[in-house]
């Protein structure tokens, strides 16, 4: 059934069809028992506790689908175990110029360069207020594209700030490549600055007698082993609880597409299938020189539930998904979730 529907909605631009899939989505979980009976249908249960959080099941969604917190109870009903939302950014922006994303169809891939467009921290956490019971919402959370390099630590601090009573867990994301200089924010010396600004914050939260909620940091598949050397080191000095691997990369080779039509399409983050085996890579490596130690949520590549199952062995605790679920749809979170949980 999917296939079909994907066939139709892949006859439009990308983002386009982004949006008919949210409308239709949103449309069919109107109706009455339809939400209650796709969840039937596609969750399957799996507790686990990861960084002190009771997750139904391994497998979430990863940033970047519902960027704006607006679809969280429809895609809550596709089998998620959790959902994460943003980026945010404090101030409202449109992003990048359109056409920002693309597909690979041969390589199950998509290039996107969307520029984390959102509507802006203050409205996704009124949306937030009302979010569904017992759904895990994890808030990723980014710089605005106009604040300098400079004054970063001051935007993740706002998103934080805001958002802090109104999720479960918090991601950093300095590792988009569709934000100019944002990388930067992955040297020692400004993301050890960031970090600690969010370490103050939460101590201030948890004087005044909330909990503690988990902070991790989202790594580029791009960066070399030294690099990931420095971030576990980063990790470990602000005292954050641990890492997600990886966003998309800037690497292009590989992949079966054609390379002008490629070229054609410019720049923006690939994710998709390319990415599983440089990603689990990375997610093995941090898990090795840890000994074990570093929480990890995998994602990248996932694109069966082979795939997913993958990053658990390679150390990951939970996964995300996205392009694999543009692709494959919610059988790939029902598959996923089930192989997972019939070998762990």
């Known amino acids: 059934m999917y296939s079909i529907i994907r066939s139709i909605l892949f006859l439009f631009p990308a983002e386009k069809a982004h949006h008919l899939t949210f409308n239709l989505l949103g449309g069919l979980m109107k109706i009455p028992f339809i939400s209650s009976i796709t969840k039937s249908i596609f969750f399957v249960s799996d507790p686990i506790q990861f960084l002190g959080i009771n997750f139904p099941n391994r497998v979430g969604l990863a940033a970047g689908l519902d960027k704006n917190a607006t679809h969280l109870k429809a895609l809550g009903s596709l089998g998620f175990g959790f959902i994460e939302i943003g980026t945010v950014t404090p101030k409202p922006q449109d992003g990048n110029d359109k056409p920002r994303l693309f597909r690979l169809k041969e390589d199950e891939c998509l290039i996107n360069r969307m520029g984390f467009n959102n509507d802006g921290v203050d409205k996704i956490a009124e949306r937030l207020k009302s979010r569904p019971k017992n759904l895990i919402v994890g808030g990723n959370i980014g710089k605005n ?39 930067e924010l992955q040297d020692k010396g400004p993301l050890l600055e960031i970090l600690n600004h969010l370490i103050t914050i939460r101590k201030e939260f948890v004087g005044s007698g909330q909990i503690a909620k988990p902070i991790l940091l989202k790594i580029a598949p791009d960066l070399s ?107 790939l979170v029902k598959k996923a979730a089930a192989l997972i949980k019939s070998k762990f």
Request: charged share 20%; aromatic share 6%; with cysteine.
């Open 145 to 183: 594209k106009v604040t300098p390099n400079e004054e970063a630590k001051n935007d993740y601090g706002i998103c934080f700030t805001k958002l802090y009573p109104l999720v479960d867990y918090f991601v950093v994301n300095v590792s988009s490549p569709n934000t100019p200089n944002l990388r």
């Open 225 to 331: 082993l030294s690099q990931i050397d420095d971030v576990v080191e980063i990790v470990q000095e602000s005292g954050i609880e641990g890492l997600v691997a990886t966003n998309t990369t800037i690497e292009r080779s590989g992949l079966l597409t054609p390379r002008e039509t490629v070229a054609n399409i410019g720049t923006g983050g690939l994710s998709g299938k390319i990415l599983q085996k440089r990603s689990s890579e990375i997610i093995q490596y941090i898990h090795q020189k840890t000994n074990g130690k570093m929480p990890i949520i995998g994602v990248g590549g996932i694109h069966d539930a082979d795939s997913a199952l993958e990053k658990i062995k390679a150390g990951a605790s939970l996964v995300q998904v996205y392009t694999g679920f543009v692709y494959g749809g919610p059988a």
